[in-house]
Structures are given as C-alpha cells and as structure tokens.
C-alpha cells in the first residue's frame, strides 16, 4: 500500500498563500493523489485529486512532482475558515476503501 | 450534487441502549457506503464497508454485533450501535460512493456526535 506523509500541524498567515506537502514516495503508476479536509467537527470535504498533471479548481491548486513521489495543496489565498486538518490520501482505492492518515492540521491565522 | 444526509447529528443515550444513524444519499445511488468512527484529536478510523443488498464488511477488530449497518436500499444506509457503552461515545461519519460522480466518487456525511451516559 502506498502510505503518505504529512506534517503534522502547520501555521499560514491569512490573505498567504498556504503549501502543504505530502509524500507520497511508494504511490504507483496509476494511483491518484486526492486531497481532502475536515473542519471541526463535521465531515471530510473534498478538494482536489490528480494523477500527473498539475490541476487547478476553485479551492486550490494541486503540484504533483514529475516522479509521483509527492505533491503540494496550494490554498493561494488562506482564510480563517480554512482553518483545518488536510488529508492527503494515496492510493485513492484500497480494495474501494478510503483510509485515512493522521494529515496536516493547518491554522490560519489573522 | 452528491449530497449526504445524516442523522441524527448528535444524540445523547443511556448506557445499555441502541442508537441507530441513518446515511441518506440525496441526489445519487449510492452503491457503496462507508461508515467511519472518529475520536478526538484523532483520524477517521473506518469501520465498515457496504453494499447495497449484501451484507457488511468490517475492519479487523471491529464488533460486527456490536455495530449492526445495513444498506437495505440505493439511498440509504444505517449504523446501530448495540447495547452502547461509555466507550463507544464518538463522532461516526458515513460516506457514499456512487457510478459516474464528480468530486472525487466519495462525498461524505455531515457525521453524528455520539455521547452514552
């Protein structure tokens, strides 16, 4: 199973940019990167996934590095309520499954 | 689109007693759902995976007469906690998965507050 690793907490100051890393050095060819977060006390929310290519929506930017081995969420301008724990998840399937790993809380501060 | 509903969202019960949560796929079939149980400070642990119309499948060390989950239809899925303890106070979010969505192919429940006194 490919594991991913995260920082455990990070500060961004708001109206920055926030870079939040994951390593993700055992993810295979076909395997997507997918990035959720979870708000205190409610459910996971989606951000973004990809697989090669750098993608880009309405809440962030994803960077996946040429080899696969890791990736950067990319909040570029961080509000106070993104303040969250980020979950970088790879692979995306384990049998269907989503499993967790412990992810980046991330406080954004005025 | 792809809009969990889950309730109740936060319920108080009795030592002994059962609860059960519903997870409720709003606007798609869910073919598979999941149910997650979440201590504080910690991650989203998963419990069990299920199919519409076939029995649960459980993690290892998870009490399959303890948390009785039944996916009986294409929109919804329950989670009865069994003669609750104490110990099984927690957060417990459930998850959907369905043919053809966007965002992902998960979407996830707002999660119910458990509390046994």
């Known amino acids: 199973d490919a594991k991913t690793t995260q920082p455990t907490s990070m500060d961004c100051a708001e109206g920055r940019a926030a870079n939040l890393p994951c390593n993700h050095s055992?993810?295979?060819?076909?395997?997507?990167v997918y990035w959720y977060r979870q708000i205190h006390s409610q459910g996971p929310q989606y951000i973004i996934h990809?697989?090669?290519n750098n993608e880009t929506n309405e809440m962030a930017s994803l960077i996946i590095t040429e080899d696969r081995k890791s990736s950067t969420l990319i909040l570029p301008h961080a509000t106070l309520r993104d303040t969250a724990v980020y979950y970088c998840?790879?692979?995306?399937?384990?049998?269907?499954?989503?499993?967790f790993g412990q992810g980046t809380e991330l406080s954004v501060k005025p | 689109g792809a809009v969990v509903s889950q309730h109740p969202s936060w319920v108080i019960c009795k030592s002994g007693t059962s609860v059960k949560i519903e997870c409720r796929s709003l606007?798609?079939?869910?073919?598979?759902m999941f149910w997650y149980r979440q201590f504080p400070k910690q991650s989203l642990m998963l419990m069990a995976t299920?199919?519409?119309?076939?029995?649960?499948?459980?993690e290892q060390g998870v009490e399959k007469d303890k948390f009785l989950i039944n996916h009986a239809s294409l929109t919804l899925s329950t989670l009865t906690v069994t003669s609750a303890h104490p110990e099984d106070s927690s957060f417990y979010i459930c998850?959907?998965?369905?043919?053809?969505?966007?965002?992902?192919?998960?979407?996830f429940g707002s999660g119910t507050r458990l509390t046994v006194v």
């Open positions: 998850s959907a998965r369905g043919a053809g969505l966007t965002l992902g192919g998960y979407t």
């Open positions: 055992t993810i295979s060819g076909n395997e997507y």
């Open positions: 990809g697989l090669k």
């Open positions: 998840i790879a692979p995306y399937n384990q049998g269907g499954k989503l499993i």
């Open positions: 606007d798609f079939q869910a073919t598979t």
């Open positions: 299920s199919n519409e119309g076939s029995k649960a499948t459980y």
